[in-house]
């Protein structure tokens, strides 16, 4: 008896020292130094727009065009010499021999890589659900991502960076191909597309104008505008839709009654012609504020712009006269060419347009335009991370090749069709789950301490519940109580045993 009280007491000891000491460090105490982690690559402060990206060694970034042309990193290559066989079967050859001794092979280190900023593809604005039937163009075309009506003969349009895209007949106004058609994005200066389409039938192009100093203070590009000097209407329409003037702007705003005016005009012709993604903010496009349009409105202004005689001739342009001025200080500029800025109209042949657009939020924007034969396309895109011609050239290809063999998604309406898209009801939100039990929260929640039901019932789960410190805190008095009474009773066992020694005769 004096051995099990022994063995028990110091069973309890042992299990109350071992539960008490044995406890993982608290937080924030740093690890030994051979569990440290090794040093972070230093990452580049970017900016809002961009995302950082690791970059392999070896691995050589490019202009991006197409996403299928992104460099991968490349897997990781065996140590100079492997053949792929065992370092035993390399030592040993053909006879089978067993090597005296192997040395374990030495750890490749992983390989460096350096982070990069990218520019990353704008997130559209929030918008609210639509009733299906009210969305301008077709019902469809509320719908995000790659929308086509084609049969398995007919390949899916390109793969592009783009955010939204619409492809559609100038003509008909059929709409081919879209993506996302009516997300919110920035336009950038695409939006001068609607400045002229605005601003072009209010204004004589005979009319000279005095710039003022809003003007020569333009932010973004400029085509050099000096202020108090003068300028024809027609100089300034050049400017602004072959090098995307801004300067050229804020004087033909000027012209038009202002530059608060202006903005009224450009978004009372958004709502007439069916553009209401559109809200224009700057008449020039740089990003300001909630400024924002959808590739399907771009789409709509580019074909109501096409339909203006002085508009076509402006874009279809090479190069323009413009003329110079004298500065502040008296020196004396000469007039200048200015060249048109859209890639697509030097490397498509039949491109007819129409704008393209880029700002740092926005990326990059256009629209354009093609004839072949009787048909010409309008293709207007948003968010892109490119500015390369090639991706609209490939979405027109598509287009003039399968134009008679996809089924339209939707349609380009005519001025006054459309009043709008009417916002769906707001329903309220309703149970998911079961009625959970009474104290536990209302139906379908899930509260501390509880599991979510893998069944769909809405009944929690049973899960142990986690070891805390109060936890901890009792089972280790536990094991010290268990303890102690080992000891009293090996005490008691050995007063008992000395007791009857003594009452034994000698």
Not at 287 to 302: C, H, K, P, T, V
């Amino acid at each position: 008896m004096t051995a099990a009280g022994a063995s028990l007491s110091a069973l309890g000891l042992g299990l109350a020292l071992t539960t008490t000491y044995a406890v993982p460090p608290a937080a924030g105490t740093p690890l030994p130094r051979a569990a440290t982690a090794a040093t972070p690559v230093v990452a580049p402060t970017c900016a809002p727009w961009q995302t950082r990206q690791a970059v392999p060694v070896g691995v050589t970034l490019t202009p991006r065009v197409f996403p299928t042309d992104e460099p991968a990193a490349r897997p990781t290559t065996s140590a100079p010499g492997a053949t792929g066989a065992t370092s035993a079967t390399r030592a040993t050859g053909a006879t089978g021999a067993v090597p005296r001794a192997t040395t374990a092979p030495t750890a490749a280190k992983p390989p460096k890589v350096r982070l990069v900023c990218r520019n990353a593809p704008p997130k559209p604005f929030a918008h609210p659900a639509w009733e299906p039937e009210s969305v301008v163009g077709g019902s469809r075309l509320a719908e995000t991502g790659v929308l086509v009506d084609r049969t398995t003969s007919v390949p899916p349009p390109p793969e592009v960076y783009d955010v939204s895209y619409v492809l559609a007949d100038l003509e008909t106004g059929e709409i081919l191909a879209a993506k996302s058609p009516h997300a919110w994005l920035r336009p950038a200066s695409t939006l001068k597309t609607l400045t002229a389409l605005t601003l072009m039938p209010r204004l004589d192009p005979r009319r000279v104008v005095v710039a003022g100093q809003d003007a020569q203070d333009a932010a973004g590009s400029r085509v050099g505008i000096l202020a108090g000097n003068r300028y024809p209407v027609s100089s300034l329409f050049d400017a602004m839709l072959m090098f995307s003037a801004n300067d050229a702007v804020y004087a033909l705003a000027d012209a038009a009654g202002g530059y608060d005016a202006t903005v009224d005009l450009m978004n009372l012709k958004a709502r007439e012609i069916g553009a209401h993604d559109t809200l224009t903010v700057d008449p020039s496009g740089l990003d300001d504020g909630a400024q924002r349009s959808s590739a399907y409105d771009l789409a709509l202004i580019g074909r109501d712009a096409m339909r203006l005689p002085a508009f076509r001739s402006t874009i279809t342009k090479r190069d323009a006269v413009f003329p110079g001025g004298t500065d502040e200080r008296g020196k004396v500029w000469p007039a200048f060419h200015v060249y048109n800025i859209n890639e697509l109209l030097r490397h498509y042949p039949g491109a007819v347009g129409i704008k393209p657009g880029r700002t740092d939020r926005a990326q990059h924007t256009f629209i354009g335009a093609a004839t072949r034969g009787e048909r010409t396309l309008v293709v207007a895109q948003m968010g892109s991370v490119t500015g390369s011609w090639k991706p609209t050239a490939a979405l027109l290809d598509w287009g003039f090749a399968n134009a008679d063999r996809v089924t339209p998604v939707g349609q380009l309406v005519e001025p006054g069709e459309s009043t709008g898209p009417v916002a769906a009801p707001v329903l309220p939100e309703l149970p998911t789950g079961g009625v959970t039990g009474a104290g536990t929260g209302t139906a379908g929640t899930q509260t501390p301490g509880t599991a979510a039901s893998s069944s769909g019932t809405g009944t929690p789960a049973p899960l142990a519940a986690p070891a805390t410190e109060a936890t901890a805190y009792d089972r280790t008095m536990s094991l010290v109580v268990l303890a102690s009474a080992g000891v009293v009773v090996t005490a008691g066992v050995v007063l008992v045993a000395f007791a009857r020694r003594r009452r034994r005769p000698i």
